[in-house]
């Protein structure tokens, strides 16, 4: 117990070796950055999202049969989660950042503020089907739903982007 | 069907690109959290970056500098977080964009202002930052209200928000459950973490037929629990919601977003550790009612709320008096030394600006 509070303990069952952890590790954190950068548009944002999901799915990794699927599903629910959690502090953030510069193009800065328009289901599927490359039934698994679906969701998505950005 | 190389994919791709671009994509970049056998430096803090977002990247009306050297060992904490009196002050000007939300703030002021408390903390090996203040304009979009019931094991903790305008319906990763009331729509929602529902962080959301929207949070709170004093509570004369069961203390009362003065201390790689605050009208609790567990702690005298959040970090809000609230924030990888932490927080006397 620390500061009060019970800290998360680390117990043998499980837990993979480092060596497996470690490869694991560096063969996914490049995808599971780009994967949280689509999701949250935010690279600091994503680089902790991307590095607690891995902790998580490492600490799992000898029970799993398809950690590479359990990583992408892991990465889209600790984005959702923040989303959730932070729906807050980004509606504050527009509002106080609001005419400020920024560090990224206009351009860029549009398409940002056009994705936050969408549910987080629509972001998902039109940043992991166009940008990361996801095919539809890896979409699908990972927000749990049909891959019709999620071609329902990246049609609708592109449809309020074309609106939301000025050609 | 879809073009591919439709330009608005060209420009989502485009934008994509450019905010990967800063992002640290080298394959030996980061060392993996939690192995034992890792000793490199280890990059974290989701949830500091979620609270840095409003404090680094909002609202930055007046900056302070304070001492930047760096401190002592790890084994003699020396750093004070409590900004000095006499250093000069840099003042960002915010832009006026004529939008309804700009941040409005044009005295300058060495330290917080006259009559608001303030709090040192002291840890070796950081060093404290700016001392940010931030305050929006006095437009209230919505209000707030806290309640704290019982103690100990048995604590519940309840942050609700009043909004307007908001359209029935869950966004989100949630198991929802529609709930039966005569007025409205309303939900009680369960945090999924990996498609599994989570045993704590319940929500519930109101939607009155008068667009009056209900949205609360609940800490240490079974699914009973929250529907019933959610949906036992009234709207109430001066304040904005009744609980029906006495039991809720109504603790804070305030705007969404009020008015704060914040200090982060970070590690020699510029890495925020720990941030301490102190926010108007129970804002904090906001943060409390995400934890898991919430325990009794001290806090300069004051009593404390301590609880650990879902990435390890630990918050620890009190009553500063005023109307004030104070928050401790500290990273997971200080967590062990929360206890140490905490007892190190003391109340400074600020002359004001």
């Not at chain 1, 990583?71 to 629910?77: A, C, D, E, G, I």
């Not at chain 2, 942050?159 to 307007?164: F, G």
Request: charged residues 20%; proline residues 5%.
């Amino acid at each position: 117990v620390v500061g009060g509070v019970k800290l998360p303990m680390m117990t043998s069952t499980g837990k993979p070796s480092a060596p497996a952890f470690d490869e694991f590790y560096r063969a996914h954190r490049i995808d599971a950055v780009r994967w949280a950068v689509a999701l949250v548009g935010d690279r600091a944002v994503a680089e902790e999202l991307a590095q607690d999901a891995l902790a998580a799915v490492g600490a799992r990794l000898p029970s799993l049969d398809n950690p590479t699927g359990y990583l992408r599903r892991t990465v889209v629910n600790r984005c959702a989660s923040w989303h959730r959690s932070h729906a807050r502090e980004r509606r504050r953030m527009h509002r106080v950042a609001a005419g400020e510069p920024t560090s990224y193009t206009q351009a860029t800065s549009e398409m940002l503020g056009a994705l936050a328009t969408l549910p987080y289901k629509q972001r998902a599927a039109v940043t992991l089907r166009f940008w990361a490359d996801w095919t539809d039934e890896q979409i699908g698994e990972a927000l749990g739903c049909a891959p019709t679906t999620v071609r329902v969701l990246v049609h609708r998505a592109v449809a309020t982007l074309k609106v939301e950005i000025e050609p | 069907m879809i073009d591919v190389h439709d330009p608005v994919i060209d420009r989502l791709r485009s934008a994509l690109d450019e905010v990967a671009a800063g992002a640290d994509l080298h394959e030996d970049g980061l060392i993996p959290l939690r192995t034992a056998t890792s000793t490199a430096p280890r990059r974290w803090l989701g949830a500091v970056a979620a609270i840095m977002l409003v404090a680094a990247g909002a609202t930055v009306a007046l900056v302070v500098r304070s001492a930047d050297e760096p401190v002592g060992s790890d084994d003699v904490p020396t750093q004070s977080a409590a900004p000095t009196a006499t250093e000069a002050a840099a003042v960002t000007e915010v832009p006026s964009t004529g939008a309804v939300d700009t941040v409005l703030s044009t005295e300058v002021s060495v330290s917080v202002a006259s009559g608001v408390p303030w709090f040192s903390v002291s840890i070796g090996g950081l060093t404290s930052g700016d001392l940010v203040h931030r305050q929006l304009d006095d437009r209230v979009e919505q209000l707030t209200q806290s309640w704290v019931a019982g103690n100990g094991e048995t604590r519940m903790l309840l942050r609700a928000t009043i909004a307007q305008g908001l359209q029935p319906g869950v966004e989100g990763d949630y198991t929802v459950e529609d709930l039966n009331v005569d007025d409205g729509t309303a939900y009680f929602l369960q945090p999924n973490d990996n498609g599994a529902p989570m045993d704590f962080g319940f929500e519930l959301r109101w939607f009155h037929a008068d667009g009056t929207a209900w949205l609360f949070r609940s800490q240490g709170m079974s699914r009973d629990e929250l529907v019933t004093a959610a949906l036992g509570a009234v709207p109430g004369s001066g304040v904005p919601i009744v609980l029906a069961d006495p039991a809720f203390s109504s603790v804070a009362i305030g705007i969404d977003q009020p008015e704060s003065y914040t200090q982060a201390l970070a590690d020699p790689n510029g890495q925020t550790q720990v941030q301490l605050s102190v926010m108007r009208d129970g804002e904090p609790f906001d943060n409390l009612v995400s934890a898991a567990n919430v325990v009794d702690v001290t806090v300069a005298g004051a009593q404390a709320y301590s609880g650990q959040l879902a990435n390890g970090s630990i918050v620890t809000v009190w009553d500063a008096g005023g109307g004030w609230w104070g928050q401790l924030y500290i990273g997971a990888s200080l967590a062990r030394a929360a206890d140490g932490i905490i007892e190190s927080v003391q109340a400074v006397a600020m002359t004001g600006a």
